[in-house]
């Protein structure tokens, strides 16, 4: 990939909406987006997300499908910018039900973008995965790798990052597509954090168990070519996904060409490692069960960062372990029930 160093402007942001502003990654960027100065607006639907988690002025609940709610927003609003969250995100859920991702996820997108486009909205953050890389041939993985989704959730965001590269091509939206690693940790001042139902996600799952909110912490697959057999995953702090959104959009209402960038830190950490991490910050040896490896797992994301980096200048502040770790220790341990009281 060619690199050409975007201009950053400083200064106010124009009024952006955030779709899924009260799930994980949604929340947390709506807030450092607040800290920037921006007028928020987030619509959930709030079937994930919680409303507990929205820090914005104006909130909806309601759904991406809804145009005519969609339009009523950015005209009410007068909102220049989107950036989209608002999706279903479990892999094993998507391999049981592919049909309820490619509604909820593609088609679904597809309408919000009609209705986006007919509002007069010209930028587009859409929050991608590095799921659509399947299992890779080269690690680290780059924005060129060849595409080969495992699981419908990959494939679902795939096609909406396609519906993207046309809409934009046709009617002159510029967008970008960020492909996230493993978003982990919470905010640093402990008011928001990760809280999923059902949780599936590595980090949540093994502060749970040092709390006591489980017995035990499954292991899936012990059998990979890889250091200590275990899944290796690329880490990055939420705090710096949101960081990769607001850099992203500050581009783009500049001059930026649309495009698409992984967002990780180019380190991989193994499941055992996060595990040993975990138990030396809480002091809590966890009981530990190896099992059979999880249906759409590949052995080893770690990103190839480069391009955002050279574009955007992003750089992770707070994707060591030590940091997501104990940033999601102080959420899990003064929320153990998550948002709910
Ligand atoms: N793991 C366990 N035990 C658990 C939970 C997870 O061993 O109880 C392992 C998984 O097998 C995997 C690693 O920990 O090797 C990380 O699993 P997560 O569920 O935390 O995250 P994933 O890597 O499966 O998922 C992430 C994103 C998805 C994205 C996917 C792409 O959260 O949105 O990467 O493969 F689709």
């Known amino acids: 990939m060619k690199i050409k ?5 400083a200064g106010p942001m124009k009024p952006v909406l955030v779709t899924g502003g009260a799930g994980y ?12 100065g921006a007028l928020v607006v987030v619509l959930d639907n709030l079937t994930t997300g919680h409303r507990d988690a929205v820090r914005a002025e104006h ?10 709610l969609v ?6 609003h007068q909102i220049q910018s989107v950036i989209h969250f608002a999706a279903k995100s479990q892999v094993s859920e998507s391999l049981a039900k592919p049909e309820l991702y490619f509604c909820e996820n593609t088609v679904k997108s597809f309408m919000f973008f009609e209705a986006v486009m007919k509002a007069g909205v010209k930028h587009v953050v859409f929050s991608s995965t590095a799921a659509v890389y399947g299992i890779p041939k080269y690690i680290p993985i780059r924005e060129e790798t060849m595409l080969a989704p495992i699981n419908p ?7 909406i990052e396609e519906c993207l590269e046309w809409v934009g091509k046709v009617h002159g939206i510029r967008w970008v597509a960020l ?3 493993n978003a982990a940790g919470a905010s640093l001042d402990g008011s928001l954090g ?3 139902g059902p949780e599936t996600h590595l980090i949540p799952l093994v502060l749970q168990t040092a709390l006591g909110l489980r017995e035990k912490l499954s292991v899936f697959g012990a059998d990979y070519v890889t250091s200590d057999g275990t899944c290796i995953r690329d880490y990055v702090h939420v705090i710096d996904l949101a960081n990769a959104h607001i850099l992203a959009l500050r581009a783009l209402e500049h001059s930026m060409q649309s495009g698409i960038f992984n967002v990780g830190t180019g380190k991989g950490s193994s499941v055992l490692e996060i595990i040993e991490k975990s138990e030396a910050l809480t002091g809590h ?8 490896r999880r249906e759409g797992d590949p052995p080893i994301l770690v990103a190839d960062s480069e391009a955002i980096k050279g574009v955007v200048c992003w750089e992770p502040r707070y994707s060591n372990l030590e940091t997501i770790l104990s940033s999601a220790w102080r959420w899990h341990s003064t929320h153990p029930n998550g948002y709910r009281q």
């Open 194 to 196: 990760e809280d999923h």
């Open 179 to 181: 492909r996230y690693f």
């Open 285 to 292: 040896k966890l009981s530990v069960a190896y099992e059979e």
């Open 5 to 9: 160093k975007a201009v950053i402007p």
């Open 153 to 159: 959730y990959g494939a679902s965001k795939r096609m």
């Open 59 to 68: 909130f909806y609940e309601g759904d991406i499908a809804d145009t005519a």
């Open 71 to 76: 339009e009523h927003i950015i005209k009410e």
């Open 25 to 36: 990654i949604g929340s947390h960027t709506a807030q450092e987006l607040i800290k920037e």
